[in-house]
């Protein structure tokens, strides 16, 4: 496993649901902490400041840090727990997947759980199990045991638990939790590269909080920041599945970052992403153009900040997002690193002033 894949299968598995990331700002410490200059938010949120040759302008690069996932509301007297969700979940995703209740005495394992098919009647078999009727097994014997030997209590964070697999053609990555790890791990990345480049701006990489519950977030570092341009690095849904047309989704794996055109949250600035694009193309660097009807990124708060701050987003394609088991394109992953650096080499004052008229 080369450094890269060891980066990104160590920041996937971390466990980290929207308002419980810390795990995952551990990691992002570790690796930024000793070549940027670090500052907070008070919710969470963690920037990375690297000053290049000028100190204007500044760019914002918004990764959030959490993934979806669950928080414990109460245990049952059979020391079952009933939960409820931190971010956009699908039923149908859910059932017989493996999770993490993270205790004040430790992380311990469960299974979400309902009643098996077997003993339901056709019609319940016909149905959609609802949220409200699953549970987690985490193998107590009673509430007592639960409370008292394992330390769950009510208010504990649930993250999803799969493994990361490099798939049999290496290109293809498999873990959970991409959305948005691999806009974390871009980020990182990004920095650790400009360590030795000359750049006339100052970048700022943020791991923000609670994207998945409303852009929390990136609203309160864009305060601390006060950015003039800003870049979400997130992920966005492949349309290269069976039974997705074109127009739905058209983004693939593979093809290069997505450049977004369009999501709910916010219409890109059009001279920012043409000059995004124009970059890609001198640079050879592949990307595909992405649109999203429904859901939005950091960018839809961090665009309307102040006075107003110019924005794109930059996304990984990525297949089953929102599941225990999504996967991304390893050259998809490499282009927005690619782009991200070409980007922040060339924006300089001058190129920010022509961007604003
Ligand atoms: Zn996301």
């Known amino acids: 496993m080369d450094n890269t894949l060891a980066w990104l299968k160590e920041i996937s598995t971390a466990p980290g649901v929207s308002g419980f990331e810390q795990p995952v700002k551990d990691l992002m410490l570790k690796k930024l902490g000793p070549i940027t200059e670090v500052s907070y938010d008070k919710i969470g949120s963690v920037i990375f400041a ?62 979400i759980g309902s009643k098996p098919p077997h003993i339901l009647s056709p019609e319940e078999r016909k149905k959609v199990v609802k949220k409200r009727e699953m549970f987690i097994d985490i193998g107590a014997a009673d509430e007592n045991e639960a409370r008292a030997r394992f330390g769950v209590r009510p208010g504990d964070p649930i993250a999803p638990q799969s493994e990361f697999i490099v798939m049999a053609n290496e290109k293809f990555l498999m873990a959970k939790a991409w959305d948005n790890r691999v806009g ?5 990345e990004v920095l650790e590269k400009l360590h030795n480049e000359i750049h006339a701006n100052t970048v700022y990489g943020v791991g923000t909080v609670q994207e998945e519950v409303g852009l929390r977030g990136a609203q309160t570092s864009a305060n601390v920041i006060n950015p003039d341009i800003a870049f979400a690095v997130d992920t966005c849904i492949a349309g290269d599945t069976p039974g997705i047309t074109e127009d739905l989704a058209s983004s693939k794996l593979g093809k290069g970052v997505a450049i977004a055109i369009y999501d709910a949250s916010m219409i890109p600035h059009t001279k920012l992403r043409n000059f995004v694009i124009d970059t890609a193309e001198k640079n050879n660097i592949p990307y595909q153009l992405e649109f999203t009807e429904g859901g939005g990124t950091d960018a839809g708060k961090i665009h309307v900040h102040a006075t107003g701050v110019p924005s794109l987003v930059l996304s990984i394609p990525t297949r089953y997002i929102h599941s225990h088991n999504s996967i991304i394109h390893r050259d998809d992953y490499e282009a927005a690193i690619r782009l991200l650096v070409a980007i922040i080499k060339n924006l300089d004052a001058s190129k920010y002033k022509e961007l604003l008229k």
């Open 50 to 111: 690297k000053s290049g040759s000028f100190a204007d302008p500044k760019i914002m690069l918004a990764s959030h840090m959490d993934e979806i996932g669950f928080m414990v509301k109460m245990i049952t007297k059979e020391g079952f727990v009933k939960f409820t969700m931190l971010g956009g979940w699908w039923e149908q995703v859910m059932l017989g997947q493996r999770v993490t209740v993270m205790t004040s005495k430790g992380n311990i394992p469960g299974v």
């Open 184 to 188: 974390c791990a871009i980020v990182a």
